[in-house]
């Protein structure tokens, strides 16, 4: 009875066992003070790691229109890193690039890099000089409209197998003969060899009546032949051109796409293995008028947005090269010229491989500029 009654009569007792109870029931709710950390998740322990340091440079950090910088990196303590901005995709954690040619005139190239310790950014900007959308190039008058030549050359050019050449030409009417381009003899292209007219190409439009023709195909030159498109050249528009040559056991093989990025307009020719085994006298690249016909065969028209590369690209990087240079791996690789808006005042290579051509003469094209 005194039991019971000390039980029912102890109002302190009784609230310390309904306490105990909504403890055990609620164990969150309970712990005094402490009870309010127990529901916040503790802060995970420091890692250790140091903070990823980052630098980018560009060198040079200013180019011509069609120019190109080459971008270098370092980070220490970063696992991964992410480019933006004017290029993009995943980068190692040190590198080196190529920024390919530049048009605009400004290019920022982020660099984002990330570790254990947390994460650092950098950026390098080139700017293009005289940027603003404008394009140049070189007008050459024609045969008729010179006493003299009118030609750039290189004379320690690449090898004439294996090879891509990209271009832009935009070709006016004249009677006769044109030259975009002969890689040959700076001199005769009779000069002998195996096949007497030997170890030389070139990519033009052809007057099928010779010298007094006034309608034009487009060619391939070669061991004294001309092999030609079935359809006419339309004058007084552009083209978008290509010619990739190969040399396997089989024979040497030439491709002329005349009407990019319709690959369907192509000029084939394969030629026997020993053809351009042996180097002319006077090995040159020459571009505007024929060496050998010196004021005879200049072009009549505009080019600009050479290309050249030191290896036959396949069909799928020609069509991305010529939309953006140095857009693809073999392209940047390979690259051995370069030159997007030539003028009669520079046509130096801003690959950065240094192939830089010379004039020949005094004379010069005019200078072509589109705003």
């Not at 009654?5 to 709710?29: D, N, R, Y």
């Not at 270098?72 to 890193?81: P, V």
């Not at 073999?330 to 830089?356: M, R």
Request: aromatic fraction near 10%; glycine fraction near 12%.
């Amino acid at each position: 009875m005194s039991r019971v009654h000390e039980i029912v009569a102890g109002p302190q007792l009784w609230g310390s066992l309904l306490s105990a109870l909504a403890c055990t029931l609620f164990v969150a709710g309970c712990g005094g003070g402490g009870g309010e950390s127990a529901m916040t998740a503790a802060p995970p322990p420091p890692s250790g790691s140091p903070a990823p340091t980052l630098t980018v440079t560009a060198t040079p950090a200013s180019v011509p229109s069609g120019g190109s910088s080459n971008l270098s990196w370092s980070s220490t303590d970063a696992s991964s890193c992410t480019a933006s901005g004017a290029w993009s995709g995943s980068r190692p954690t040190s590198g080196t690039a190529s920024t390919g040619a530049l048009t605009n005139a400004s290019n920022v190239f982020t660099l984002s890099c990330s570790g254990p310790g947390g994460s650092a950014s950098g950026s390098a900007t080139v700017t293009v000089q005289g940027a603003g959308g404008s394009s140049s190039g070189l007008d050459f008058p024609g045969s008729a409209a010179t006493s003299g030549t009118i030609r750039f050359r290189f004379t320690n050019p690449l090898p004439i197998y294996p090879a891509t050449y990209i271009w832009r030409v935009f070709p006016r009417q004249q009677t006769g003969y044109y030259t975009t381009f002969f890689w040959g003899n700076d001199g005769d292209f009779g000069w002998g060899g195996v096949y007497g007219t030997d170890t030389y190409y070139g990519a033009h439009p052809y007057p099928p009546n010779g010298s007094v023709g006034t309608t034009h195909k487009w060619e391939i030159a070669a061991i004294g032949n001309d092999y030609l498109s079935s359809e006419n050249v339309v004058y007084d528009r552009w083209y978008t051109q290509a010619l990739r040559v190969s040399s396997d056991g089989s024979g040497k093989h030439h491709e002329f796409y005349w009407d990019l990025p319709n690959t369907s307009r192509v000029i084939r020719v394969d030629l026997p293995a020993d053809y351009g085994n042996i180097n002319p006298p006077h090995p040159a690249l020459t571009w505007g008028d024929a060496p050998w016909s010196p004021s005879n065969e200049i072009m009549n028209g505009i080019i600009r947005g050479i290309q050249i590369y030191s290896t036959t690209l396949s069909i799928n990087d020609i069509v991305s090269e010529s939309n953006t240079p140095l857009s693809t791996a073999p392209g940047t690789s390979n690259v051995w010229y370069l030159n997007l808006n030539p003028t009669p005042t520079d046509i130096s290579d801003k690959s950065g491989q240094g192939h830089h051509p010379e004039w020949v003469g005094a004379e010069r094209p005019r200078l072509w500029s589109d705003p």
